[in-house]
């Protein structure tokens, strides 16, 4: 617990029912640590992924098909993995001190995290059903529970963390473009084709317009051009005159 | 024993290796390249480490993770400070691996304005006589040819549609426009790129003209050995040139080595050079100490007078007239700068795109609550009413709509200005820190003009700068460190001498950004780069200081 007390994640723990015993917690520590054989888990996998979905839902059709990503649909869960945050952290000095076990063990150390921070979700479950994991509680009560957590300033520590990652992997485009995809932004690649999608010249339907083969200026004149390069030149700045600040090649004089 | 042995493949050592190469080719004198980072090409070094090499035949992945991250670049701290609210700090983040800084930059390629060389400080210039904008001229001509710099334009008159600058320059210019300024397209080391985003994490596809793609290329085929994974620790002098000691990590083993040379030039940037030389001074006793400040002063020339470039980032986001036209995250991550406030102020403003160096640049922003100051997104994020009267959610639903007005709307910007050289680099056995000591009355002058203006840019689009980590807890970043060993025609005022060659250390050169004597107020690779064949084209030639040829003879 206080090697995860370093990371600020470990808040408060409730009793729980079908997942580890209460005394598991408080033995989490090198000396003490055979979580890589506890079966619960890739139970705390399936929590975090449970409250990924309340966090940052997918849009479903009635066939079940994601017409709307969600955390889940853009790799979230990887945003935890530790095995990525311990160099990073070591780089960036967040934590004064790392633990040696860190170097000999980041991913059991990951597992370890997924594990509190699920033990987090499930004791604010405990509070809506007692003796319910987080991910069995129906859709209406994980959100009572997520209500609670974050006006609990310290229960929120771990929900703000686990939002954080959401929101990392849906702007960030850590994993996958999806989540900008969602957002609005045109496709950015296409690794089949072996080419990156500028996304630009387009139509305004959203079709990709080739700049060397087709006529630009009879698709602007039918008014179906979306292309910011050929009909948004920047307005001039009056009374100013950048021939006296730069020269023809671009550079401050 | 080699001839030549150049540490690092940044900007300053591509060059160096460039031309050592050319003039060893076909002499039987042997160039060698150390670089503690990878080989992103796969060509240079068949024994590098790293991620696979992709379809594209390089090692870059589009990913954020860290570990992959920590294979292109290195971060800088000040372990006292970092991350800690209310203290001062400094972040400096850098490249590494076959390339160095070329691997992840922005390709912004801007000679340094003539006042640049002119700064004075205590009576003295701070550049050596020799060198102005004018004796650049040349050579800045030279390593744009190499890079294929391009001017960008902002519409397709006449140039292709790769030479165009993004979309979020365009919002930019008008958010100048609007406060009575006026922004530029910047010019690029970049050719037929294809508007991919992720400069920053290595492009997969080509476009920006990296190291790899010219002076490393020219060393290689001129017969230059590069080696990647060796981290070099210590220097030393012998009887007839030096000793480079450290460890060979390829493979995942460490393997200690030691590599003899004539002619020894260091070029790991400007923080690990300064890094490697005070972690060697011990070894540079006597007529040979490579310090040489004025003691009686009890003024330090090693590892001082690091500059941060005045380099001031600041997120916020703009207006709703502006949704979807900032696009941030395709493209080229800068593309247009403003010069309008240089006269007055020195300083220019980049908008560029940085989310995924977030992290890393400033605090973990995005783990505050939306209701933080700080947190990234406050204002999309915020606690609104919804329309059913009930309080919104940040979670939910309602945070994907919010992340979807923020994501389209969010701008990063920046000012580059020139500074006082106010930060310090330190190194001992095992770590490396820099520190930002106090800033000056003039850079604080010049930053607060900037964050002004940057601010009434956000303002004039209807939006808000809403993240400023130097006013919230006094955090300087940046990505354009200089200096820590500059060159001066003095001794006392510097540790190399104007051809980079080390004061009383015959054929020890360092040339790299550690060697430029003041912030250029502009991003500096090109600057780097020309110095550097200024120095290499006069060591060859033998102009004013001992021919090459002469010193290996
Ligand atoms: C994200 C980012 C964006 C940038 N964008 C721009 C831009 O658009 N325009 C611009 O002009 N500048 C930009 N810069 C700055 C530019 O990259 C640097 O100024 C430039 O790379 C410095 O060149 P250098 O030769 O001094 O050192 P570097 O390019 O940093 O090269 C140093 C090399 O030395 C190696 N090395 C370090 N220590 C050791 C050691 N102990 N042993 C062996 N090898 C070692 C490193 O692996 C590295 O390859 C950017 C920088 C970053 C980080």
């Known amino acids: 617990m206080k090697v995860l007390g370093l990371l600020g994640l470990g808040t408060a723990c ?22 890589r054989e506890v079966d619960e888990l890739t139970q705390a996998e399936a929590t975090l992924l449970a409250a990924f979905d309340v966090l940052l839902p997918s849009e479903r059709d009635a066939e079940g098909r994601v017409i709307v990503p969600g955390a889940n649909d853009v790799g979230t869960l990887d945003m935890l993995a530790l095995a990525n945050f311990v160099p990073a952290a070591r780089q960036l000095n967040l934590l004064p001190v790392l633990p040696a076990i860190l170097d000999r063990a980041p991913e059991t150390f990951d597992e370890a995290v997924r594990f509190v921070l699920a033990a987090d979700l499930d004791a604010l479950a405990f509070d809506q059903r007692p003796f319910t994991a987080f991910r069995h509680l129906p859709r209406e009560l994980q959100e009572a529970a997520l209500d609670e957590g974050f006006a609990d300033p310290e229960r929120a520590v771990g929900l703000t963390f686990l939002r954080a990652a959401c929101f990392l992997a849906y702007l960030g485009g850590s994993d996958s473009k999806a989540g900008l995809v969602a957002i609005g932004f045109p496709p950015f690649e296409d690794a089949a084709a072996n080419i990156a999608v ?56 | 024993m080699f001839d030549v042995v150049i540490i690092g493949s940044g900007f300053g050592g591509a060059v160096a290796a460039a031309r050592a190469g050319l003039f060893a080719q076909g002499s039987g004198r042997r160039v ?20 696979p090499l992709n379809e594209q035949g390089n090692r870059f992945q589009h990913s954020l993770a860290p570990d992959y991250l920590t294979e292109l670049g290195e971060l800088f701290t000040d372990p006292r400070g970092a991350y800690r609210s209310g203290v001062p700090s400094m972040n400096v983040v850098t490249g590494k691996g076959l390339g160095g800084g070329s691997l992840l930059y922005d390709g912004v390629s801007l000679r340094a304005p003539s006042l640049v060389f002119d700064q004075v400080r205590r009576g003295r210039r701070l550049w050596p006589a020799a060198f102005s904008r004018a004796a650049l001229q040349p050579w800045y001509r030279v390593v744009e040819q190499q890079l294929r710099v391009h001017k960008l334009e902002w519409t397709d008159a006449n140039v292709p549609h790769w030479q165009l600058a993004t979309k979020r320059d365009f919002v930019f210019a008008e958010g100048c426009r609007r406060i009575g300024a006026t922004a530029a397209p910047l010019k690029l080391a970049t050719f037929q790129d294809a508007n991919e985003g992720w400069w920053n994490q290595g492009q997969r596809f080509s476009g920006r003209q990296d190291l790899t793609k010219n002076y490393l290329s020219t060393a290689h085929a001129a017969g230059v050995e590069l080696r990647t994974g060796h981290d070099v620790d210590t220097i030393a002098p012998t009887n007839d040139g030096y000793v480079v000691k450290g460890v060979d990590t390829r493979g995942g083993k460490k393997v200690e080595f030691e590599i003899e040379c004539r002619v020894l030039i260091v070029a790991a940037g400007a923080i690990a050079s300064s890094a490697l030389l005070l972690r060697s001074r011990d070894h540079f006793v006597g007529e040979r100490t490579l310090d040489r400040g004025d003691e009686d002063n009890g003024r330090a020339v090693l590892g001082q007078h690091l500059s941060s470039n005045g380099d001031y980032g600041v997120t916020g986001r703009v207006g709703a007239d502006f949704e979807r036209a900032v696009e941030s995250f395709k493209g080229k991550p800068m593309s247009s700068f403003c010069p309008s406030f240089w006269p007055e102020h020195q300083f220019i403003l980049i908008p560029f795109h940085a989310a995924p160096l977030y992290p890393a640049l400033e605090q973990i922003t995005t783990m505050n609550p939306p209701e933080h100051p700080n947190a990234l997104g406050r204002g999309s994020t915020k606690v609104a009413e919804r329309g059913d009267g009930k309080r919104a959610r940040n979670w939910g639903a309602d945070f994907k709509r919010q992340l979807t007005e923020f994501g389209t709307r969010s701008l990063t910007m920046g000012c580059l200005a020139l500074d006082a050289c106010e930060g310090e680099i330190l190194a001992d056995a095992d770590r490396v820190r820099v520190q930002w000591r106090e800033t000056s009355e003039r850079t604080e002058e010049r930053w607060s003009a900037a964050v002004d203006a940057m601010r009434r840019i956000y303002e004039a689009l209807g939006g808000e700068l809403f993240c400023d980590n130097y006013r919230k807890d006094g955090t300087v970043n940046t ?5 820590g060993c500059r060159m001066a025609d003095e001794a006392t005022e510097g540790v190399v001498d104007p051809f980079g060659e080390a004061f009383g250390n015959r054929n020890l050169f360092v040339m790299d950004g550690a060697i430029i004597p003041s912030a250029l107020g502009v991003n500096p690779s090109l600057t780097i780069a020309a110095v550097a064949e200024h120095l290499m084209d006069r060591l060859i030639r033998g102009d004013g200081t001992e021919a090459l040829a002469d010193r290996l003879a």
């Open chain 1, 14 to 35: 409730g009793v729980r029912a079908e997942d580890p015993p209460p005394g598991k917690f408080d033995a989490l520590d090198p000396e003490d640590y055979p979580y």
């Open chain 1, 198 to 253: 500028r996304g630009y010249p387009r139509t305004t339907d959203g079709r990709l317009v080739d700049a060397e083969t087709e006529d630009l200026a009879a698709l602007a004149a039918q008014g179906v051009l979306d292309d910011y390069t050929y009909n948004l030149a920047p307005a001039p700045t009056l009374g100013e005159d950048l021939a006296t600040l730069i020269d023809a090649n671009g550079d401050l004089l």
């Open chain 2, 32 to 51: 060698l390249v150390l670089d503690k980072g990878i080989d992103p090409t796969g060509r240079f070094d068949p024994l590098s480490d790293g991620p």
């Open chain 2, 479 to 483: 990505s354009h460190p200089l200096g």
